[in-house]
Every structure is written in C-alpha cells, then in structure tokens.
C-alpha cells in the first residue's frame, strides 16, 4: 500500500524539521550564555520549528507514531 501523496510529503518535511530542530537544540546547548542574542534568536527558530511538528502531526495523526519526539 503507498501512501497519499499529501502523507508522503508531510512525513519527509516531517524527517526534515525533526533533524532541524536537533540542529538548532545543538547549537542552542554550545552557545555563550554571554551571546544572549544568538540564543534568543536559536529559541525562537526552535519554537517554530516544534510548532510546524506540532501542525503537521495535528493535520496528519498517522505522523505521530514512530516519529522521533522534537528536541525540547
């Protein structure tokens, strides 16, 4: 059985956004607490990074098993 095409396309951004926001957890956990507008700016990237996850699991529930849990 393949899956929708709208499905497919939202579990690879899905892949993506997951890797994006470890990237950004990553960074966020090596920078300065000294560069205080570098951090302010990788929060807020995350933060919409976890809310376009939290859409699309919304929007396609199937999404939510078997997808690695957003790096708080």
Same mark, same amino acid.
Not at 13 to 41: I, K
Not at 51 to 65: A, C, G, V
């Given at each position: /059985?393949? *899956? *929708?095409?709208?499905?497919? %396309?939202?579990?690879?951004?899905?892949? *993506?956004?997951? %890797?994006?926001? %470890?990237?950004?957890?990553?960074?966020?956990?090596?920078?300065? /607490?000294?560069?205080?507008?570098? &951090?302010?700016?990788?929060?807020?990237?995350?933060?919409?990074?976890?809310?376009?996850? *939290?859409? &699309? %699991?919304?929007?396609?529930?199937?999404?939510?098993?078997?997808?690695?849990?957003?790096?708080?």
């Amino acid at each position: /059985m393949h *899956d *929708d095409p709208a499905l497919a %396309q939202a579990r690879n951004f899905l892949g *993506d956004l997951c %890797q994006h926001a %470890q990237s950004l957890s990553r960074r966020r956990d090596s920078v300065s /607490m000294t560069a205080a507008a570098e &951090l302010r700016s990788l929060e807020t990237e995350l933060a919409t990074v976890r809310s376009h996850i *939290d859409k &699309l %699991q919304q929007r396609f529930p199937t999404l939510r098993t078997g997808t690695p849990t957003p790096v708080r």
